[in-house]
Structures are given as C-alpha cells and as structure tokens.
C-alpha cells in the first residue's frame, strides 16, 4: 500500500511537470512592456520588459558634422547642443530602422554631457531636443533616461553622446 500512494504521488509529479505548459509560456510572450510613468515628468520612474521581447542596443552615438571644412572648435563644425542633440537622435532613428525597430521602441536612453568651450552645459538644449522625439503627438512615449554631466568626450567638438535601448 505503501508503494502505491508513493507510485501514485511520483507519478502525479511528473504528470504536472511534463505536461503542457503552453498556456503560462503563452501567457509569458503575451506580456506587453509595462512603462512606469511619472505624470509631473517628460521621463519614466521605470520600465518592465517581459521575457520574449527583442532588444536592440546603439553604441554611444555622437553628431554628425555639420560642416567637416568648419575650423575645429567652432559651432559651425558639428553645431551646439541643440543641433547635435537633434543630429544624434536623427542617428539613433536611422540605426534602429536598420535593425526593424523604431524610436516608439525605445525605453531607454544613457545620455552624456559636456560643457562648452565656456565650461557651460547647455541641459535645455538637450530637453527641448528630446521632446521633439519623445513624449509628444507624434510619440507619446517616455523612456526612462539618465543624463549625466561629464568633464569631456572624445572628440573637444562634441557636447553630447547619447546611448539607447529599445524592445518590442
């Protein structure tokens, strides 16, 4: 008797552990991405990116040059940091399309600034450059986002590097 309820009970365990389990695994890739919104904000608290979704990452992208016969150290060469915000986010956009996503995918952004030939950083630039990509008519999303100020990049020029994520 013994051996039959542990035969029974063995039995039942591997009945439920190698059944189907389509429908949590169904459930699982179902999941929508869950954004954790910040009202007072134009950036999220946080995001949550169930198991299944895709991701595409960028490299820290900087601006194109404006003008690459400009003399080195003048706005004319790669712009201020409006335009180069604006010339990134213009870059991230075009390499997300290379890899069949979209800038409506990305909820995360690294964003790196530097001060200008003035020691100043320019961090409304910046903001006003990203609420032409985000959190708008055009794409209501917000992403979660740090925006840290650095002594220098690079290349003297430049005023901004800017690293994304996207999943979908």
């Given at each position: 008797?013994?051996?039959?309820?542990?035969?029974?009970?063995?039995?039942?365990?591997?009945?439920?552990?190698?059944?189907?389990?389509?429908?949590?695994?169904?459930?699982?890739?179902?999941?929508?991405?869950?954004?954790?919104?910040?009202?007072?904000?134009?950036?999220?608290?946080?995001?949550?990116?169930?198991?299944?979704?895709?991701?595409?990452?960028?490299?820290?992208?900087?601006?194109?040059?404006?003008?690459?016969?400009?003399?080195?150290?003048?706005?004319?060469?790669?712009?201020?940091?409006?335009?180069?915000?604006?010339?990134?986010?213009?870059?991230?956009?075009?390499t997300l399309d290379?890899?069949?996503?979209?800038?409506?995918?990305?909820?995360?952004?690294?964003?790196?600034?530097?001060?200008?030939?003035?020691?100043?950083?320019?961090?409304?630039?910046?903001?006003?450059?990203?609420?032409?990509?985000?959190?708008?008519?055009?794409?209501?999303?917000?992403?979660?986002?740090?925006?840290?100020?650095?002594?220098?990049?690079?290349?003297?020029?430049?005023?901004?590097?800017?690293?994304?994520?996207?999943?979908?």
């Amino acid at each position: 008797m013994k051996h039959s309820f542990a035969l029974l009970c063995l039995l039942s365990l591997i009945m439920v552990s190698c059944g189907p389990q389509t429908d949590g695994e169904d459930k699982q890739t179902e999941k929508e991405i869950v954004r954790y919104d910040r009202p007072d904000a134009s950036i999220l608290k946080g995001v949550y990116i169930p198991e299944g979704k895709e991701y595409f990452y960028t490299s820290g992208l900087v601006a194109p040059a404006k003008n690459p016969d400009a003399e080195p150290g003048t706005y004319e060469r790669y712009g201020d940091m409006y335009e180069q915000s604006i010339g990134i986010l213009k870059r991230i956009e075009e390499t997300l399309d290379e890899g069949g996503f979209s800038m409506e995918d990305v909820f995360f952004l690294r964003v790196y600034l530097a001060p200008d030939k003035d020691g100043n950083i320019d961090w409304n630039a910046w903001f006003n450059a990203y609420g032409e990509y985000f959190n708008n008519d055009a794409n209501p999303n917000k992403v979660a986002r740090s925006t840290i100020a650095v002594y220098a990049l690079a290349n003297p020029d430049l005023l901004i590097e800017i690293e994304a994520v996207a999943a979908k």
